[in-house]
């Protein structure tokens, strides 16, 4: 996992700063730098502070931080297309997230129905 790219590829969609990221998380600039740099392991609690920062769900984060020596059954495109499009639908409607509901089976939670996300025409991946 490479939570420094994450985190830089989100921010940078997000249109903030290192400082202004760092500010809203609590943390130093200079830590969030050797973050995205690869150079420090962020803590849990630092990376779902960068991610509430950033109004990206942690799991989403932890996709956008996946890379091709971390999943063997998808290709990396395929994990590509789907992280941008991710983070663009949330961080162009973060209200609308808090209305989904995730299908968990080992939980027993179910999904909503007719809750889709589906890609706006003329919107480059």
Known sequence: MNY?????????????????LAAKSGIDRSYLSLIEGGDRKPSLETLQALSDSLKLPFHLL???????????AVNEEQISSLAKELTHLLLEHPQDYDQLTLDYPDRGESARPGVSAKRKKGRAA
């Open 62 to 72: 932890t996709l956008l931080a996946t890379e091709k020596e971390d999943t063997k």
């Open 4 to 20: 420094g790219k994450a985190i830089r590829i989100a921010r940078s969609i997000a249109g903030m700063s290192q400082a202004r």
